[in-house]
């Protein structure tokens, strides 16, 4: 019903930056909250950050400083931007939005696939 397409992982050294991008779409009467998770290897899903429709974006404190996160409301779009990379940063990510689907009170939520950053040693 509501797809999240992500784009943007890789491989980024040390130091470097890299982008991730997320566009929703499908039957959404409208969008809440939109964000990113991510999941080492061997690790749970924890939270990165989150940027409500309306009021401040959260950010954790792990990437506090070296990651931002924006969104392009009109094109359903939630992008991370992520610099001073570091190996710990190493993980899939995934993008999340808390989507109303229904004309009353009810929302969702809902994940992408997943998109790889690697960030080597």
């Known amino acids: 019903q509501v797809l999240l397409l992500e784009s943007g992982g890789g491989l980024v050294h040390s130091g470097g930056s890299l982008t991730l991008s997320c566009a929703a779409s499908?039957?959404?009467?409208?969008?809440?909250?939109m964000g990113w998770y991510r999941q080492a290897s061997g690790r749970e899903r924890e939270l990165v950050a989150l940027?409500?429709?309306?009021?401040?974006?959260m950010i954790d404190e792990s990437v506090k400083g070296r990651f931002t996160i924006s969104r392009d409301h009109a094109k359903n779009t939630v992008y991370l931007h992520m610099s001073r990379l570091k190996p710990e940063d190493t993980a899939v990510y995934y993008c999340?939005?808390?989507?109303?689907?229904?004309?009353?009170?009810?929302?969702?939520?809902?994940w992408g696939q997943g998109t790889q950053v690697t960030v080597p040693p």
């Open positions: 999340f939005a808390d989507v109303q689907v229904v004309d009353y009170g009810a929302a969702g939520n809902f």
């Open positions: 499908g039957t959404m009467i409208a969008i809440h909250t």
């Open positions: 940027q409500p429709t309306t009021g401040s974006s």
